[in-house]
C-alpha cells in the first residue's frame, strides 16, 4: 500500500512538474522557426535551409551556425522547410533520406524542426541484396554506439537520484537542475574564466558537490528534522527546480553554447563506428565512475552504511550509524555525479538552461526500469534506455524515439514491478 501510494504521488508531482514547466517551443518572444543539426553529436556547420510558404512563397534561406543552430523568425501559419542535401558534408546524409518538412508555427511559439543526419552509407544498391544487409548493420551498430553513449549519460545522472531516494525516499525532481548546474559552472571557468575544459570541469565537479552538500544541509536535513513528509518534499523539489531553473536562465541565458574545447573533432572509425575521440575518452570516464561508486557501495564502511541507513533508518541508528553524515555524503556524491554527468551531456551537444530538465523523464525511466535504490540497477536501466533510444529510429521516426524506451519500462515493470536488478519486498 505504501509503495502504492508513492508511485501514485509520484505521478501526480511529474504531472504538476509538467504543467508548470516552461513551454519548449522557444525562448519568450520568440515566433519562427528553429533547428539544430548534428553528426554523432557533432555540430554541422554551413548548411543551407531554405524555408517557404505553404503556397511556396520564400521567406527566408538560412545556413546553420557554428553550433550547428539555424532560426527564421515567421509569422504564424504552415511553412516548408527544405534542407540543400548538396550543402552537407560529403560522409552526411539526412536520415529516411526526407529533406523536407511542414511544420506548422502558432501563435507567439518557436516550432523545432528536425533533420536527423546520419553517416553516409553505401547509396544505390537494392535493399534485398548484401551491400544493402551490409548497411543496415552498419547503421545499427553506429546506432548503438551512441546509445551507449547516451545511456551513459543518463546513468551518470540517474545514480545520484537513485542513491539519494534509497537513503532518504525523497524523489528529486530538481535533480535534473543539478545537472545542468554542472554543465554551466564548467562553462562560467571554460569560457567566462579562460580555463581550459578539463580543470573547468574538475572545478565544476567539485562545486556540485559542495552545493549538494549545502543543499542537505542547510535545507533538506532542516525539513528532515522538522518531520516534512515524503510527498511534502517532493512537492518543495518541484518548486526547487523552477527555482534554479529560471535564476540559471538569468545568469546564462536562453541561447545555446558551447565549450571552447573538444567542440569539432574529426571522426575517428572503428570499423562500421565513426565516432570523435572525445565520446571514447568520455565514455571511459563515464564508465570508471560508475563502477567505482557502485563497488565502493559494496566494500567501503561508509557504503555499507550507506545500504544499511536504505534498509531501515531507524535500526542503522540503533546500531550506531550517524544517519545523517551518511546522508549528507550522499547528497554530496549525488551532486557531484550530476555534475559531471551535465559536463558529459554539454560535450555531446550544445548548453541550455533546459538540458537537465530535457532529460529527466529519462533519467526517472532508467532509475525506476533498473531498481529504485540501487546503484548498479541505475546503470543496466540507462543503458537500456539509451540503446532503445537510438536503435529504435531504425523503424520510427527520430522525433518519436523516445517512446520505444517507455514502451520497454512499462513492459519490464509489468514482469518486475521492483525493476531489473530491484528486490521484492513483502508488503503487510
Not at 540543400?84 to 511542414?102: F, I, Q, Y
Not at 553554447?257 to 570499423?271: D, I, K, L, S
Not at 532509475?367 to 537510438?390: C, D, E, K, N, R
Amino acid at each position: 500500500m505504501r509503495r502504492a501510494v508513492i508511485a501514485f504521488t509520484a505521478f501526480l508531482g511529474g504531472l504538476i512538474f509538467l504543467l508548470a514547466s516552461p513551454a519548449q517551443a522557444g525562448p519568450a518572444g520568440c515566433q519562427g522557426l528553429k533547428g539544430t543539426l548534428k553528426l554523432q553529436g557533432q555540430p554541422v556547420n554551413g548548411v543551407k535551409i531554405a524555408v517557404t510558404t505553404e503556397g511556396g512563397q520564400p521567406v527566408k534561406e538560412v545556413t546553420t551556425n557554428a553550433q550547428g543552430t539555424w532560426e527564421v523568425p515567421t509569422d504564424k501559419g504552415k511553412f516548408k522547410v527544405t534542407l540543400d542535401p548538396n550543402s552537407l558534408p560529403k560522409n552526411a546524409e539526412v536520415r529516411g533520406g526526407s529533406n523536407v518538412r511542414t511544420p506548422t508555427v502558432f501563435e507567439g511559439n518557436c516550432s523545432t524542426v528536425l533533420f536527423a543526419l546520419q553517416a553516409k552509407g553505401v547509396a544505390g544498391q537494392p535493399q534485398g541484396d548484401e551491400s544493402g544487409e551490409s548497411s543496415v548493420w552498419d547503421t545499427a551498430a553506429q546506432l548503438a554506439f551512441e546509445g551507449l553513449n547516451l545511456g551513459l549519460i543518463i546513468a551518470l545522472a540517474a545514480l545520484g537520484l537513485s542513491l539519494i531516494y534509497g537513503t532518504t525516499g525523497l524523489t528529486n525532481f530538481a535533480h535534473g537542475e543539478l545537472v545542468t548546474l554542472g554543465a554551466v559552472l564548467a562553462y562560467m571557468f571554460n569560457v567566462g574564466f579562460g580555463l581550459h575544459l578539463i580543470p573547468a570541469a574538475v572545478l565544476a565537479v567539485a562545486l556540485g558537490g559542495a552545493f549538494g552538500y549545502a543543499q542537505d544541509r542547510l535545507f533538506w536535513g532542516q525539513l528532515r528534522r522538522r518531520g516534512t513528509g515524503i510527498v511534502a518534499m517532493m512537492i518543495v523539489s518541484i518548486g526547487v527546480a523552477l527555482v534554479m531553473r529560471y535564476v540559471m536562465l538569468i545568469f546564462f541565458g536562453g541561447q545555446n553554447e558551447a565549450y571552447a574545447q573538444y567542440t569539432a573533432q574529426p571522426g575517428v572509425e572503428f570499423g562500421p563506428i565513426s565516432a570523435a575521440p572525445k565520446n571514447f575518452v568520455a565514455m571511459g570516464i563515464e564508465l570508471a565512475v560508475l563502477l567505482l561508486v557502485g563497488f565502493a557501495l559494496l566494500r567501503t564502511r561508509t557504503g555499507k552504511a550507506a545500504r544499511a541507513v536504505s534498509d531501515n533508518p531507524a535500526l542503522a541508528a540503533s546500531s550506531g550509524i550517524n544517519v545523517d553524515r551518511v546522508i549528507r555524503i550522499i547528497w554530496t556524491l549525488g551532486g557531484a555525479i550530476a555534475a559531471l554527468a551535465g559536463i558529459m551531456l554539454g560535450l555531446s551537444q550544445n548548453l541550455k538552461y533546459t538540458m537537465g530538465q530535457d532529460i529527466l523523464l529519462l533519467i526517472f525511466a532508467g532509475v525506476t526500469l533498473g531498481g529504485l535504490g540501487t546503484a548498479f540497477g541505475a546503470l543496466v536501466g540507462s543503458l537500456v534506455v539509451g540503446l532503445f533510444i537510438q536503435v529504435s529510429t531504425l523503424w520510427v521516426p527520430p522525433e518519436l524515439k523516445s517512446v520505444g524506451a517507455l514502451v520497454v519500462l512499462i513492459i519490464v515493470l509489468l514482469v518486475r514491478p521492483q525493476g531489473i536488478l530491484g528486490r521484492r519486498e513483502r508488503i503487510g
